[in-house]
């Protein structure tokens, strides 16, 4: 993901509303749920459309860097496939 200009070195900056923008943004994700929420990083179980239109359920996690030019990085990482009753 692209860096984002809002939050101002991290101070005021809101990683769980950049990651629901982020998402609701994306084509292909059917549902997510952020399952845990920190102030530098989230995990976020998505639900994803296939190519073949079937459901792909995968675990990411988003990390915020506050740059010292006063920018906010955000950094996903792939986890892989989530496991049966990983949010829970």
Known sequence: MAPSQAG???SDFDLNRAVNEALDARDG???Y???ESGIEHVLVKVTETTEDGGPRVVLYRVQHEPRPDGTDDVHWEYLGPAAD???E
């Open 8 to 10: 101002g070195n991290g």
């Open 33 to 35: 749920e952020i399952t």
């Open 29 to 31: 994700v059917s549902d």
């Open 85 to 87: 009753g990983e949010s």
